[in-house]
């Protein structure tokens, strides 16, 4: 059974910090690529950040680009997402989820749609 189990939300004041885990079971996490995505209520599923499989591309949204990094550690099969310089409007659910992409390395996928296995979701506010 596949688990993507994301931690590490919480309330920081603007400005501040937050480090996002996603720690998956059940998969050969290696070929996968992984995605970050954020989701507020009523509104469609945001890219935020993906990463291949290898580690050798990432992909960011525009909104995120310069204060967020995602890094993966595919010994302790899990994802990262440190988020700096945070804003109230990154205030929502964040998702973890994983694209199979086999032997092959693609870049990083940024459609919601071509994901397979999806977290619970962490809760970030950030407060003005």
């Known amino acids: 059974q596949v688990q993507l189990v994301e931690s590490g939300g919480g309330l920081v004041q603007a400005g501040g910090s937050l480090r996002l885990s996603c720690a998956a079971s059940?998969?050969?996490?290696?070929?996968?690529?992984m995605g970050w995505f954020r989701q507020a209520s009523g509104n469609e599923r945001e890219f935020v950040a993906a990463i291949s499989r290898s580690s050798g591309s990432t992909s960011y949204a525009d909104s995120v680009k310069g204060r967020f990094t995602m890094s993966r550690d595919n010994v302790k099969n899990t994802v990262y997402l440190q988020m700096n310089s945070l804003k109230p409007e990154d205030t929502t659910v964040y998702y973890c989820?994983?694209?199979?992409?086999?032997?092959?390395?693609?870049?990083?996928?940024?459609?919601?749609?071509?994901?397979?296995?999806w977290g619970q979701g962490t809760q970030v506010t950030v407060s003005s």
């Open positions: 059940g998969l050969m996490f290696s070929m996968y690529g």
């Open positions: 989820a994983a694209n199979f992409a086999g032997f092959g390395d693609p870049r990083p996928d940024r459609r919601p749609n071509e994901y397979d296995y």
